[in-house]
Nanobody, 127 residues
Framework: QVQLVESGGGLVQAGGSLRLSCAAS????????MGWFRQAPGKEREFVAA????????YYADSVKGRFTISRDNAKNTVYLQMNSLKPEDTAVYYC????????????????????WGQGTQVTVSS
């Protein structure tokens, strides 16, 4: 079992920046890919970004590519999402996710779609 706790959400004006953090416990953090998803009101949860378990590979949704950066610090059991040039359409609850299988790739994680989830953190971007 994995416990994930997100932090760093808040209210920001369009064009601003936020950095989300996700602290993990309960399993060897460095052995599994991690990701960020988001869910806006009335919409389904959608993929935002993912990072491999070593941290050398990343993958982004087209809507955030070039604006968001995912990274991880395995020594701190933490994954980050740096969000720049925020837009009102980025408003959502952001969820941290850990692959339920160890040592997979980003592609296998996304194709399996089996995750441990955090409780979410609200990001609101005002226009």
């Amino acid at each position: 079992q994995v416990q994930l706790v997100e932090s760093g959400g808040g209210l920001v004006q369009a064009g601003g920046s936020l950095r989300l953090s996700c602290a993990a416990s309960g399993r060897t953090f460095s052995r599994y890919p991690m990701g960020w998803f988001r869910q806006a009101p009335g919409k389904e949860r959608e993929f935002v970004a993912a990072v491999s378990y070593i941290g050398g590979s990343t993958y982004y949704a087209d809507s955030v590519k070039g604006r968001f950066t995912i990274s991880r610090d395995n020594a701190k059991n933490t994954v980050y999402l740096q969000m720049n040039s925020l837009k009102p359409e980025d408003t959502a609850v952001y969820y941290c996710a850990a692959d339920q299988s160890l040592s997979g790739t980003i592609q296998t994680m996304l194709s399996r779609g089996s995750y441990y989830w955090g409780q979410g953190t609200q990001v609101t971007v005002s226009s």
